[in-house]
């Protein structure tokens, strides 16, 4: 089992910044890819950043050229770094990481998800 831990959120005026962190512990084997998503109130919960082990990344339109996610692969860790936050970036992020596990003689797939983390921006 794979357990995310999530850091960094909070609140912050409109055009400020915070850095999101995401720690992965476990039987981890390999990490396909780690990334954020969000769900704002009465909203569906969407793919903010996406960083693969291949080193490529995916962001939402919406966070294109504000937004910067980075992974250390020798931490299992993966952060975003946001800055000019909007209003509309208020939510709570989540972190996701797959991958496998090794248990015994076998690997796993796993998909986990972090309990999330409050991002608030005051307009």
């Known amino acids: 089992q794979v357990q995310l831990v999530e850091s960094g959120g909070g609140l912050v005026q409109a055009g400020g910044s915070l850095r999101l962190s995401c720690a992965a512990s476990?039987?981890?084997?390999?990490?396909?890819?780690m990334g954020w998503h969000r769900q704002g109130p009465g909203e569906q919960r969407e793919l903010v950043a996406e960083a693969t082990s291949l080193g490529r990344t995916t962001y939402a339109d919406s966070v294109k050229g504000r937004f910067t996610i980075s992974r250390d692969t020798a931490k299992n860790t993966v952060y975003l770094q946001m800055d000019s936050l909007k209003p509309e970036d208020t939510a709570v992020y989540y972190c996701n990481a797959r991958g496998r596990t090794r248990d015994n003689l076998r690997l796993l797939s796993f998909d986990s998800w972090g309990q999330g983390t409050q991002v608030t921006v005051s307009s």
């Open positions: 476990g039987s981890i084997f390999g990490i396909t890819a």
